[in-house]
């Protein structure tokens, strides 16, 4: 599975957007999806994970009810809405997938990644 992400760019605080990963190659529902983020001078982040098939999903607690993870397998892509952004939420954001048979969302073990997409927001 190939990964490409997109939809990041420069906001203001409180303001949204829709960050999108489109998947290429292999089965997509055969994965566990996820979001993660680095901004600098920081180490990558886990943001959000879904599960091969969505409802479940898991969250950082830094955004929990403000972000929402969600997929659409017949599109092979994976979305993550980000709301109420703040400064400190400025980073590099990646998608990243991972061969799974559960159908939990996961923190660790993602092993296929996209380019990132950046977020900046400004205060």
């Known amino acids: 599975v190939q990964l490409q992400a997109s939809g990041g760019g420069l906001v203001q605080a409180g303001g949204s957007l829709r960050l999108s990963c489109a998947a290429s190659?292999?089965?997509?529902?055969?994965?566990?999806m996820g979001w993660f983020r680095q901004a600098p001078g920081k180490e990558r982040e886990f943001v959000a994970g879904i599960g091969r098939h969505a409802p479940s999903t898991d969250y950082a607690d830094s955004v929990k009810g403000r972000f929402t993870i969600s997929r659409d397998n017949a599109k092979r892509t994976v979305y993550l809405q980000v709301n109420s952004l703040k400064p400190e939420d400025t980073a590099v954001y990646y998608c990243?997938?991972?061969?799974?048979?559960?159908?939990?969302?996961?923190?660790?073990?993602?092993?296929?990644w996209g380019q990132g997409t950046q977020v900046t927001v400004s205060s």
């Open positions: 190659g292999g089965t997509f529902s055969n994965y566990a």
């Open positions: 990243a997938a991972k061969f799974s048979f559960s159908s939990f969302p996961a923190k660790t073990g993602y092993d296929l």
